[in-house]
């Protein structure tokens, strides 16, 4: 796919994972403040009430500012890591807080780039499992500040699974149809019956529909493996969190960024583990 020597290519693709982040910044914050000014827009129609009328609003206008004194940010102060590391946390005009959300999203779109590099190589196929990858980064922090997990980022990783295996591994096709519906059938079954005997909802349709997508993009066969692994971080984290903190006791906890996390795992590392894990069952 690519002649540069590795020197030149690795800088490369660091960087493009950092802007990469940088940019999933945006969608992560903005995606839930536009779906809900398109529940609004749809309520007031239902309500035949007049349009409001909003500012332009989307993932490239209006230009980033500080949330606090709504300052825009300047263009030196958006490079990634270093224009938080460089303002110390804080914002230029005002000296609030900026969440240290930010760098750590960067970060981590840079980490996922190298990651998929070292194991792919530099390869179509590299560039839809680093996509793959920046989606679920992006859902897991949406999820983390929201409990939502939008549609229009689940449906759309369902079908770039499904293309995915056309395109490089096609025999595993049917798989892969197997896979989102198992997917999805499997929470929703966990769904029903916990809601029957309980009363309550455990968990919401984005979870299902995730799942879906993880089965489109691995294939049936690593669902259990899947599962087991955003369970099991799930079960630690939740009881971690609240014996550390017993406010947040009986307080509901996303289930979408331990299933991103899990289907990291198996994207990148799926196969010894799963050679394992059939070991040890």
């Not at 014996?243 to 990148?268: I, T």
């Amino acid at each position: 796919m690519t002649d540069l020597p590795p020197a030149l290519l690795w800088p490369l693709v660091a960087v493009l994972g950092l802007c990469l982040g940088s940019f999933l910044n945006v969608v992560i914050v903005r995606v839930p403040v536009m779906l809900m000014h398109g529940w609004r827009a749809e309520a007031r129609e239902a309500l035949e009430l007049p349009e409001e009328e909003r500012p332009r609003f989307n993932l490239l206008v209006p230009r980033s500012i500080c949330p606090r004194c709504e300052q825009p940010i300047a263009w030196h102060d958006n490079l990634p890591l270093i224009g938080w590391f460089k303002r110390r946390g804080r914002c230029a005009h005002c000296g609030a807080r900026i969440s240290p959300q930010y760098p750590l999203v960067e970060l981590a779109g840079g980490v996922l780039a190298l990651a998929v590099l070292a194991l792919y190589g530099p390869t179509w196929p590299a560039l839809f499992v680093f996509g793959a990858c920046l989606t679920l980064l992006a859902l897991a922090v949406i999820d983390f500040r929201t409990q939502l997990l939008p549609d229009l980022i689940t449906l759309p990783l369902l079908w770039a699974g499904l293309v995915y295996q056309l395109l490089f591994q096609p025999l595993q096709l049917a798989d892969a149809v197997i896979g989102a519906m198992a997917g999805y059938l499997a929470l929703w079954s966990v769904y029903w019956l916990f809601k029957l005997v309980t009363g309550k909802e455990g968990m919401g349709y984005g979870d299902f529909k995730l799942l879906a997508a993880l089965g489109a993009w691995l294939g049936w066969q690593y669902l259990p493996l899947v599962l087991i692994l955003a369970a099991g971080a799930g079960a630690l984290v939740g009881i971690a969190v609240q014996l550390a903190l017993p406010r947040l006791r009986g307080a509901p906890l996303p289930f979408g960024p331990y299933l991103a996390v899990a289907g990291w795992v198996a994207l990148l590392a799926g196969e010894p583990l799963m050679a394992a894990y059939v070991g040890v069952t």
